[in-house]
């Protein structure tokens, strides 16, 4: 028999099964946290250590403190308190959870919170268990979540990846920020790239703000929405675009390989995850606010309703220059008009969660991308804080009913839903204009979400009229074909089209839109709002 226990496996012999059981766990215990179980001698009283069938027990003992379990399992297990930062108001604690060469950490509002997630974060580790995700207890076993990851579709899996790609995040964005005032932010996202089992951080972003509707540029040359996780987005583009730009000089390295019917695909084994430091706004977050966190997990409680019920499941609005989203107006007909928001009509702007939602249709690439590659779709979305699961799954895909078939290629995509084992501390931060963005490989951008622009006044290079030019670039360096009829060579005049036309011209991808905000509509979710139709007529 052979157990296995992170990632290292450990073989054990008997005569029964139990034997075999008992030798391998151990070889593993022996390696791992140096006991010698032939020397009874040298075990002390108060290590009292625990045959794997007693493991089995304990785990078995759904809903058990994880620093109880700990202690009855592992005596050893020392806690060292790492840090202890934020205001009075609002402490937040580190600590750290040590067993043999085993390291986590867990965060919390008091000591004793951190010590619970560390804990848990450690029982994870060991024994791969996992925490069900509507009720928080403990789970024994290895039954498969939604969705999986390769090789672990197990729930302790899913919790180990969570605190990877949250950490990978978070560490990036320390690295860049810790000594800036930027590092004072509400919301954090940032994806992280996988390519045959190696996490590469892609981009990691801030921001709670929209643009103020006098600010928005006729040349597109504004950010319209510079919400953490939509700056982390488009972010991602500008690193597609790049890789795209090498992948005829650099094909061993690059994600992309030519693909038969045109364009590019995603070599396989690379995957995109989303990290989100809270829930995003608009249907997944709403409900979420009213819910009671569950006292010793990053989940909340409570049942979550059905679509309809409500308003659950409804397309809702972001608040120009604030922060939290209101319904869709009713009227069917609602157009937004360009001289209506200059003169200071509400500007309105879809919320993260509808953005969500739609990337989980059309792909994260946008409408030029799909120019040149199939659609790409997020592996998982971890959440930092305010984590309900059944909230999360229908404002993401499940209140999308997909009945009428999309265009070959696209897809709904559910994606991993996963939440860190510790809860990010709530980001007491004066909420700012600010918002920064890191892309690997071009370092750090700081705007203004009001402005839409750089604090200096400049266009970001997130901005439509920079990504843009990025396509017009790869028109011009490819040799290969793009996948769709798009001419993407510079005619005499200097100018290839509108931005709006190139975009018309994603055939595919205009009809997997077209077929989603029907879907939504007849769903009850309400009308998909468009900007000003102005904003993207400009020539690139
Ligand atoms: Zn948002």
Not at 174 to 189: G, I, N, P, Q
Request: with cysteine.
């Amino acid at each position: 028999m052979v157990c296995t226990l992170t990632d290292q496996s450990f073989r054990g012999e008997g005569r029964s099964k139990k034997d075999a059981k008992l030798a391998c766990s151990r070889r593993a215990l022996e390696v791992m946290f140096g006991h010698d179980f032939n020397n009874p001698d040298k075990m002390s009283e108060s290590q009292n250590p625990r045959t794997i069938t007693e493991i089995d027990d304990w785990m078995e003992l759904e809903g058990k403190n994880p620093v109880s379990i700990l202690n009855e399992l592992y005596p050893g297990t020392q806690y060292t308190l790492m840090s202890s930062q934020g205001p009075s108001h609002a402490p937040e604690f580190i600590l750290k959870a040590t067993l043999g060469t085993l390291s986590v950490e867990g965060m919390g509002k008091s000591k004793k919170d951190a010590k619970l997630h560390a804990s848990k974060a450690l029982l994870v580790h060991l024994h791969k268990v996992g925490f069900d995700p509507a009720t928080g207890d403990l789970l024994s076993g290895t039954a498969g979540g939604a969705g999986s990851l390769a090789g672990q579709s197990d729930h302790a899996g899913e919790h180990t990846w969570a605190d990877m790609i949250g950490q990978m995040v978070n560490q990036k964005f320390s690295e860049m920020f810790c000594l800036t005032t930027y590092f004072r932010r509400k919301v954090l996202a940032g994806v992280v790239m996988t390519r045959d089992g190696v996490s590469t951080v892609v981009c990691v972003s801030t921001g709670t703000k929209c643009i103020n509707g006098e600010n928005l540029s006729l040349a597109g040359q504004s950010l319209n929405d510079s919400h953490a996780e939509i700056i982390s987005r488009r972010s991602l583009l500008v690193w597609l675009y790049d890789e795209l730009l090498k992948v005829e000089t650099s094909n061993e390295d690059n994600v992309f390989k030519p693909a038969k019917d045109g364009g590019f695909e995603l070599k396989p084994g690379v995957r995109f995850d989303l990290y989100i430091s809270t829930a995003p706004c608009g249907d997944s977050r709403i409900f979420s606010l009213h819910e009671e966190p569950s006292e010793e997990f990053n989940l909340l409680s409570g049942p979550s309703g059905d679509v309809g019920e409500g308003s659950r499941g409804k397309l809702r609005s972001k608040v120009e220059s604030g922060m939290g989203t209101v319904p869709l107006p009713i009227e069917d007909h609602l157009v937004q008009t360009w001289d209506g928001v200059i003169a200071g009509e509400r500007l309105l702007t879809m919320s993260c969660s509808d953005k969500i939602l739609r990337w989980n249709i059309l792909g994260v690439q946008g409408a030029l991308l799909s120019h040149w590659t199939k659609p790409i779709y997020l592996s998982s979305i971890t959440i930092g804080s305010r984590f309900h699961p059944g909230h999360m799954s229908r404002a993401f895909f499940d209140r999308y009913s997909g009945d009428s078939p999309l265009p070959c290629g696209y897809m709904l995509n559910k994606p991993l839903i996963i939440a860190t084992t510790s809860p990010e501390a709530r980001q007491v931060w004066k909420s700012s204009d600010n918002s920064v963005n890191w892309i690997l490989g071009c370092g750090p951008e700081i705007l203004n979400g009001s402005t839409g622009k750089t604090l200096a006044g400049a266009p970001s290079r997130l901005c439509k009229s920079s990504l843009a030019k990025r396509f017009r670039e790869l028109g011009n360096a490819l040799h290969v074909k793009p996948r769709t009829q798009v001419d993407m060579k510079k005619p005499a005049n200097n100018k290839i089209d509108s931005y709006s036309k190139l975009k018309m011209q994603a055939k595919d991808y205009q009809s997997a839109k077209r077929s989603m905000v029907e879907n939504l509509k007849k769903a009850g979710a309400g009308k998909w709002i468009k900007k000003p139709v102005e904003q993207d007529l400009f020539y690139i």
